[in-house]
């Protein structure tokens, strides 16, 4: 097992790929858990049409792009990753409620 070691500890491009694909795997664990909520929207919601929420959405968006700014990272890149994020989350969504 490679040891992870924070950014800022990295000396190689071998620590660096180590982490990166530590966090990815960390990510797709987290959408795996984020998906699972969207199966219980699907359960939750009475109507179809209560599936998608701009109102909900752009606050989500708006969220995750506040989230970047406090943490000095591109707020309009993690808004367009949210803004596809949300959109896929939505479309799941619509697949669970019609499947149930």
């Known amino acids: 097992m490679t040891n992870i070691l924070d ?3 990295c000396t190689t491009m071998p620590e660096v790929r ?13 959408l795996i858990r984020r998906f699972g ?3 219980a929207a699907a359960r939750i ?4 049409g209560h599936v998608r ?3 909900r959405k752009a606050e ?6 506040a989230h970047a700014r406090k943490g000095g990272i591109p707020d309009s890149v ?3 990753i949210w803004e596809t994020l949300v959109e896929g989350s939505i479309a799941y969504e619509l697949e ?3 499947n149930r």
Do not use: C, S, T
């Open 18 to 30: 180590a982490g990166v694909d530590d966090v990815d795997r960390q990510l797709v664990a987290l």
């Open 96 to 98: 669970a409620f019609d």
């Open 60 to 65: 989500v968006i708006a969220n995750a792009m």
């Open 53 to 55: 929420d701009e109102g």
């Open 78 to 80: 993690v808004g367009d």
């Open 37 to 39: 909520y969207m199966d």
């Open 7 to 9: 950014p800022e500890a």
């Open 45 to 48: 919601k009475p109507e179809r």
